[in-house]
């Protein structure tokens, strides 16, 4: 096993509490990552990151080729988007995206020509040479520069633009690039498939993230679930100073101050951002993403979706446009089966629900899981028996029942002093409670109610 | 939360399968409820039941029978009176109705024993608003209650006067061959063998301590194997040590409050023990006499009475341990578990509240909107 070399990790490759969900990712673990065949129409939503939206760059009835720019981002944190096919551009409409959140969209139809499409799609965006050496003829503002202009934000689901990341900061000097492949949520193999077929990506755009930001370290975190991408990065690897963490699976490691402690041992401070210790995270598939961008100069266009779970009939690893529906993936992977009850954006832990099958797939879309009835299935709620399971289970140290209770009744001061705004959303105590409370649902909802500051203006 | 059915778009193509939204997680571990918590709980006491069952026979059963009948008419009762749903589906009145019964001596008499089920679901429980709000332990308050009431029923002198040593040898001939006589269990008594009366370990020891006749220590061997006069399921110390760590194995129980407990017993008895070592009388004693471990392992772990911090349990356990042996030593009781889980847990909201644990790399900031 190809372990740390070189770069110096003191994680205990692992983090306090937590879960062991059903790991269900070998379902679509095994399926080679295929191409969509380009869709008859996309929808480019102008808002897929944490920032300000773009705005729209073309005019209705305008011929756009693949790679082409369209949204423009016109504030520091934000990022461009760009068209995912060849085609013609219609008027801006609205669409929703899984979070809710409703905007405004860039529709493209396709034109019968695309210079690139099935395999050579799959070359263009994944294979080909990844150099592991020279990378530092490129200049960080060079770097930082292509990963901007590429629309590249956090492909892990958060959507934190890259480049504003990766931009070097005299306060807050970076001495690590944590690659964060543990892909925790249960069902998605997404990255698995990503670090398996194509490592060298991986390992490359991890290089060229450390040397944007100064970083010397570069680590690429694993869990051990996943032997065989261990296994191919650690090849790709070979010969660089890429070092290779291997994590012990549990949920939810891939959360950043989870991961972040788990391989290196640092704790981010409450509120804080890896850079707070000196750490910028980027996923497996941002790492791969940067690499394109930069010496390719090819822009973010296409992602890996998992189109998963019992609820599906041929679970598939999917090579899709960004502004596909979520319904076209489902129909590539068979359709639904009887019982499917529920259409998930993302993983079942932290996933949203879908109400339509024309909610467009964004940057941030790692996954689609349908679970069937009997997935979901869920004893009536009870009292809380103040078992203490919750307590045992959260990776931020929280007293869970006592947060939900907080919120029910709308304790404001309680969920405060139980420190409500610590809470990372994982859905750890939800998952463990005998008497099915909704836990994080209430802390969640009590967050959204909590009568705050108004930021000044 | 409730689950809607919401298509904010059109969605006419989907295919047939409804599908909705709800929050999540989605999935959730089914492998865990409460009822299978109290199941549990009925698991880990087996050990103890099966101990009393051997030693006290026909009795124990009745015990059982009893406070685990009284316990689910009670529920029943008081359910329909509240017009809700009866709870008995969660076992946890069987659990409630076992720890009753074992923690009373044999000859209870059969009105007693009732009085106490529906005190402890009635008092102890439903007047909370049912499992899961109740401040103290049910099954201690309905123990209290005919402990007080019924002082010559189940307090102390009923192990000594309701059963002295002839009317045990007519009632339990069997006890003879357990070695169960306290003349068999007692080491050394003041007065030889003829002056042993037919107290438990704990009166027999209080007596010796302030030199009343009859007064003994009881053999180790004894207290561990379970083979002494005593409440149904304080008897066997390995009994409870056996179905203690399922629980805890299982994590059913937190073992951070047995733990607690033990530790406070083995300190303080320890410090008794070197300030009088020719008393006879050892930690070992301290902790396999009594009902100190059946407390300890499936009284205070209750968790609904029981803090809900990894650090309020263990100061909890230690808080129960320590208010045995300072009840056991200075009381007018010869054993202090029962009052001693009562004051825990009215102190268990307390320590909740001062055992917030610090969230990982500190609390966050509260964002502004
Ligand atoms: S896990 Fe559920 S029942 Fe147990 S303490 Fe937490 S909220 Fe209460
Ligand atoms: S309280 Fe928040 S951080 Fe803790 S387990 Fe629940 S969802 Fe996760």
Redesign the pocket.
Known sequence: MAMATTTPTSGKRTFRHGIHPPERKGLAADAVIEVLPTPARVKIPLLQHIGAPCSARTKPRQEVALGETIGQADAFVSAPVHASITGTTAMPSAVTIPNGRHMQAIPIKAADAQELAGKALLKDILGGDWPTSGLSQHSPEAIVEAVRAAGLVGLGGAGFPTHVKLRRNDDKPIDTVLVNGCECEPYLTADYRMMVEAPGPVVSGAMLAAHACGARNVVIAVEDNKPLAIDTLGKAAKGTDVGIVELRTKYPQGGEKQTVQAALGRTIPGGGLPLDVGVVVVNVGTAASIARAVLRGKPLTHRVVTVTGHGIVKPRNVLAPIGVTYGELIDFAGGLKDGAARIIAGGPMMGFTIGSRDYPVTKGTSGITVLTEDDVAKARETH????????DACPMNLV??RL?LASRNKQWDIAKRYHAFSCVECGC?AY????S?P?VQLIRLGKAQMPREEKKA | MAENTNTPESDTQAAAPQTHVAPGPHLSDRKLS?RRMMVDVIIGLLPVTVAAVIMFRRYALLQLAVAIGGCLAAEALFACMRKRRPTLGDCSAIVTGMILALSLPWNTPVYVGLIAAFIAIGIGKMVFGGVGYNLFNPAMVGRAFVMLAFAGAVGAPAYVEAGDVGELRDKMPWLESLGAMPAQYAEAPDGGADTVSAATPMTAKKMKDAGEEGGFLTKFKNLAVGNTIGSLGEVSAIACLLGGLYLCLRRTASWEIPAGAIGAVVILGGIGNLMDPSSGWTVLDDLAGGALLFGAFFIVTD?VTSP?TPKGKLIFGVLFGALVMLLRGYSNYPEGVMFAVLMVNAIAPLLNRWTVPKPLGGPAPIPVK
């Open positions: 809380c028996v103040r078992c203490g399971r919750c307590v869970p029942s939900a105590c463990v409670c005998p008497a409370i836990l | 409460t968790p809900l």
